[in-house]
Structure formats: C-alpha cells, structure tokens
C-alpha cells in the first residue's frame, strides 16, 4: 500500500499550464499589492488608509486564488496508465 502511493507520487507528471497560470496570478496579485501600497504613501491620509486597505483585501483574494491553484498543479492520472 505504501508502495504504491509513493509510486504514484513519484511517477506524477506537472501539468506546465496550471503552473503558468498560478505564476501569473501570484505576480498580478503582487504587482497590484505594490501598486496600492505605493498609491497609499503617496496620497496619505485617510485615502491612504483606506488604499491600505484595499491592498489586504485584494492581497488576501490572491493568495486564496493562488492557494486553491496549488490543487491543480499536478495532472491527474489516466486510466490507462494505472497499475491497478
């Protein structure tokens, strides 16, 4: 039984685009961060504060996006090469 899992988790392939794609977003969410973190020094005051704000929110959304993306990163296996 552990054999078999071990197997499999070492015959797994990564499926490149899933990858890509949770690269990109890791980057949008972070540029967007810096964006509105930079955007708040400047302005200061309470817009300030409330692009602060914004930057946890929009910050915390991608890194829930990114986190659910790591499900996806290796492809599933097909039926035909199971070992069962």
């Known amino acids: ?3 078999e899992r071990e ?3 070492l015959t797994r ?3 490149g685009a899933n ?5 990109f977003v890791a980057l949008l969410g972070g540029g967007g961060v810096y964006g509105l973190i930079t955007a708040g020094i400047a ?3 309470g817009w300030g504060i409330t ?3 914004l930057a946890v929110i929009y910050g915390l ?3 829930a996006l990114a ?10 296996p097909k039926e035909n090469e199971s070992t069962s």
């Open 1 to 3: 039984m552990l054999r």
């Open 7 to 9: 197997e499999y988790r």
């Open 13 to 15: 392939k990564v499926n």
């Open 19 to 23: 990858v890509a794609a949770l690269i």
């Open 43 to 45: 302005v200061g005051g």
């Open 51 to 53: 692009l602060y704000v």
């Open 61 to 63: 959304f991608f890194v």
């Open 67 to 76: 986190a659910v993306g790591t499900r996806t990163v290796f492809s599933p």
